[in-house]
């Protein structure tokens, strides 16, 4: 049986455009002699709506596409996943995360999500009613098994027994002979490899194929990298199909066709930099896109973060729509612009010079009747960041640029940014890399000539934002400032476990935790990154401002 | 039976602090001649600790704090709500919402929480198993039932069909003689009607007494009203704790004793305006205080929003600890100047004057090589506002003053204001108030002298930042705007119901639509803001910012 993928992208909402490319999708898959059609959970909706689905008119809409799309196909049958209301009777919430199989221009059957995921980013809890039973669906002598993304989450090796329902099991019982899941999985470094492995565990114990349909695009903080695949009944991936693009592909499911036989995906795997560079990419470009934008601004500092963001800005929209700005200050050096202008050099992009002396000057004349005599301090620093976020601020909107912002990970963590500063944007594109990261990042995309010039990897980052500053003055290297962050933010792990288990020293350890603590109430009014880690700020973690644990 | 409640005021993750509360509180209700004391849900961890509790340790931190105060208690039993690990075999979620019963220096019982709201502002199938089966408690021959929070919330007149198990009516098969509920219930507008209400049907249909405890005291976006109460089984009010303060009280539960027999509380309802006033005052000074500020600072336009913020902010730290700044710019009226200072005399705090004139200048100066000819807009609108958020977060800073956001939910909706400008700051006291509140709010206050300016109140809201620039230009008008986004925003409806059943203007009813829409990103930016409507932007509120929903 010849089963075609459709790993497409979606835009949360957009119910006439959604059903418009799923249906030019099954064409393709068609084309490509598709004998059933599969597109990714939600397909008609977008991931994640959100509180979206409590709008009045969001679910009916919805289901008037649904009813468009059953229009529209024939014969082949389409799996599709959209949202309907819970029409069950008795108590529960109102919606379902369903899956409608299409065919012959009717709504065949109905199959709702199993297992509703409620933690880290997900939240469907709040909106789903699970299925209270699995059925097989039939078709063509079939017995087809479909399961939505967290249905076959279930895996031990994975760890985190939450569930009293395993679907793959209920309906292997019933004797399907093979799976289907429509995902929208989202991304973070090595979540393809996971992947892999659970589905050829499942495939492997349950002797059965799998059919992984992922979502590909970005939305908001989240990348859905497709990477969607056949998994053999022997846990052998079939066929893979590429990460963080579209793709319609058909897959032959059963031993004894031609195109089965020693069939193996022979899909190489990416370099973790390039992986993390073109997620940021699809990001960056969906963001933009998405919110009807078509350029975008980046102050430029001469620094490694601001390079990066540039680099990835110009392979999502362009260089032609990319505008830098350098900034300098009196405390800038002569390097910092000459870097700045490189980098735009290198990339193909304008860059524009805009001072900040005159106003700096202007904003202590007008404050100091206030501040009299008082030494200066983080004040005057923060200051000039701030004019730089003014004068983004102003060019973004007196041109409709979209402000990219720049900074990274562990800076955002021990709060070394200023918020209405730097932190100015509509979307931090690197604020899940950690430095380090940054670094093997931009080394990586140097690695066959200078796209960001060398002088900027290799010259000591500086906030500049007083005379010969330098990071590692305030920090502890990054080296050991992102280990330590891996230790606390990522694994949740006790200043004390990081000293004791780990070998950091006591001070650092403690002054990190009190810096990621503090910080909070910035972090809480952060533009939104992306998200390219297992745990990235924002969306997946959610710590209050008011609180006093550990301090 | 004399029940002691302890309505009091924890501060999320303080262990230490909360037990020794706790202990107090007890001793308090001991002087008074408890039986029993109740405090109320997580009082020894402060809610809602969100993903703090996936913080190594912080669960054992939150046990050991409970070892603590078992230690303290004697023969006269107190209830009180903790967080404890799920030690239940098998799959599910690694937390409990528990209630301990402790007695006699020891744990006698542990009850957990049934229904675990996930809906709104509440995430707890994020974090909690639930319980799986209700058991009374014994004590002095009495059986009782104990419930934590949502766990009473099942009536049918809430409309809203969520769970089905009904812990009340699951302990009242085991013949239970009275409920306890510890509960953390947070503030808004009417709620303390709403619990009344359901108390009252849920003892009067029971037939037993109902001793209701809620937490007091701000968390972020939240604010805990208090309110506790004890219902006869009659559903009469015995006795009534005050809004918005901690208190300790003991009630007489059972007929018979001579402070029952007739007894019915005399507590007076509050009138909204002073209710929202009173809920402010208590969500600025607490987040002051618990993030460990003393002092607050305030833009000061001579308008109606930054007059009332700080009129809260003073009642909530006292008016040595406010500071005012008024920021006049070439399009200032003078009155707005005279009314920032007539504001500061009436509220009694010091009023600094730092002009923008200059500094708007150097910026337009410095960008007038990019900006060339193009004609002034929006653009200068927000410089001017940036300039201004400049200053204040420079005062922020070099003083330690927490910077107070003076926005309104109207203007927050449709993004009548600027990001990074005047929306900079720690926390945002009236952007749950609609504009039309701010207005009634402020005529309560003043009610028997003038406090805000009779000229504040009286004059056409504008932003001044452009000659005679008023803000139903650009406006609808509050009435209209405020109505529109009550349907449009609290109520979830669309813009077709809007207009075909409220009968408002469709043109006006669609450009709010996309005005909310459009400026989900600025909100994702903003300032927590105390939350005093049932549906405040923030927590409660999960919206997308890509998304193409009724574009």
Redesign the interface.
Known sequence: MKIGLAQINS?????P?NAKRIVSAYREALDQGAELVIVPEMALV?Y?????V?????VD?CLQALDYLKGEIGAVPLVVGYVDHNEKQ????PFRNGAAFLVDGEIRDRIFKTLLP??DIF?E??YFEPSEQCQPVEWKGRRIGITICEDVWTEDFLHR????RDPVKELMEMDVEFILNLSASPYHLGKGEVRRELLGALAEKSGVPFVYCNSVG???QLIFDGGSLVMSSEGVPLMEMPPFDEEVAVAELFEGSPSHSGARSSRKRMHPDEEIFRALVLGVR??IH??GFETACIGLSGGIDSALTAAVAVEAIGADNVLGITMPSPYSSRGSVDDSLSLAANLGIRC?T???A??F???R???A???QD?PE???EE??QA??R???L???S??FNHLLLTTGNKSELAVGYCT??GDM?G?LAVISDLPKTRVFSVARWLNRDQEIIPWNTIEKPPSAELRPDQKDEDTLPSYEVLDEILEFYVE????P??IVENHGFEEKTVLWVQRQVDLNE?KR?????GLRVTSKAFGIG???????????
Chains 1, 2 share one sequence.
């Not at 694994?491 to 006790?494: A, I, P, R, V």
């Open positions: 835009t949360v909402g957009d119910f455009s977008g994640p709506p959100r509180d979206l409590f709008k009045s008119g969001f809409k008795g108590p529960g919430k409620t933690y939240d809890r709040r027994p939450l569930y009293k970005g939305n908001d969906d963001y998405k919110c524009e805009v001072p900040i005159e106003t000057e202007a904003v004349g007008a404050l009747p206030i501040f008082l301090d983080v004040t923060n200051m701030r004019i976020g003014l004068y601020m102003s060019l909107n007196k918020i209405y100015c509509g694994k949740q792990l006790s004390q476990e109430w809480h009014q952060a533009a939104p973690r959610r710590i209050p401002i008011v609180q006093r644990f550990g301090r």
